[in-house]
T-cell receptor, first 115, second 114 residues
Framework: NAGVTQTPKFQVLKTGQSMTLQCAQDMNHNSMYWYRQDPGMGLRLIYY???????DKGEVPNGYNVSRLNKREFSLRLESAAPSQTSVYFCASSGRDGEGNEKLFFGSGTQLSVL | LAKTTQPISMDSYEGQEVNITCSHNNIATNDYITWYQQFPSQGPRFIIQ???TKVTNEVASLFIPADRKSSTLSLPRVSLSDTAVYYC???????????????FGGGTRLMVKP
């Protein structure tokens, strides 16, 4: 049981390049989320997905697209990267733990630098 | 969306009890209050969750007054390893309401000194 797995862990892009951040969870959770965290700041919600085939915009969706490929996978795509998208990206899923708490389970993050 | 407000930072010393308060004046009936801890370069980690009154687990206590417009995370006898950022998250976490827009505030940066 790996939890939430994100790839890659690090990425450097040039302005205008595109890339896809991958996220997968093996906990059979319905909901998945993408957050970004700029240095010294809190997490901001980019997109979320309530279930396979559905996605919704969060607080800062501009410049991003997402795909909920199936129940396990939720990918984040940058079509034309900009330096303002330099950040750490966290994927999360939500579900119940063994003690009945409904909570977010986070991946280890992807550190993205756009030059 | 229930907006949350927390102190930006707090300092404490090893062995002291630390209380961090979060304000959430427009909390909804179905909203739960959940606290997370985040170390540098890591994703947030669940600490404790509650709906009303008091909840205690092996690492913390959560106090929620009757009007639920605020909550206080209490960390007993902190150590240096408790230096982290603490986030209060308010939202409807029920499975049957999956996919709610769960947004974090700025968090509280706790520094524990020797």
């Amino acid at each position: 049981n790996a939890g939430v797995t994100q790839t890659p862990k690090f990425q450097v892009l040039k302005t205008g390049q595109s890339m896809t951040l991958q996220c997968a969870q093996d906990m059979n959770h319905n909901s998945m989320y993408w957050y970004r965290q700029d240095p010294g700041m809190g997490l901001r919600l980019i997109y979320y997905s309530a279930s396979e085939g559905t996605t919704d915009k969060g607080e800062v969706p501009n410049g991003y697209n997402v795909s909920r490929l199936n129940k396990r996978e939720f990918s984040l795509r940058l079509e034309s990267a900009a330096p303002s998208q330099t950040s750490v990206y966290f994927c999360a899923s939500s579900g119940r733990d063994g003690e009945g708490n409904e909570k977010l389970f986070f991946g280890s993050g992807t550190q993205l630098s756009v030059l | 969306l229930a907006k949350t407000t927390q102190p930006i930072s707090m300092d404490s010393y090893e062995g002291q009890e630390v209380n961090i308060t979060c304000s959430h004046n427009n909390i909804a009936t179905n909203d739960y209050i959940t606290w997370y801890q985040q170390f540098p370069s890591q994703g947030p980690r669940f600490i404790i969750q509650g709906y009303k009154t008091k909840v205690t687990n092996e690492v913390a206590s959560l106090f929620i007054p009757a009007d639920r417009k605020s909550s206080t995370l209490s960390l007993p006898r902190v150590s240096l390893s408790d230096t982290a950022v603490y986030y209060c998250l308010v939202g409807d976490m029920a499975i049957n309401n999956a996919g709610n827009m769960l947004t974090f505030g700025g968090g509280t940066r706790l520094m524990v000194k020797p």
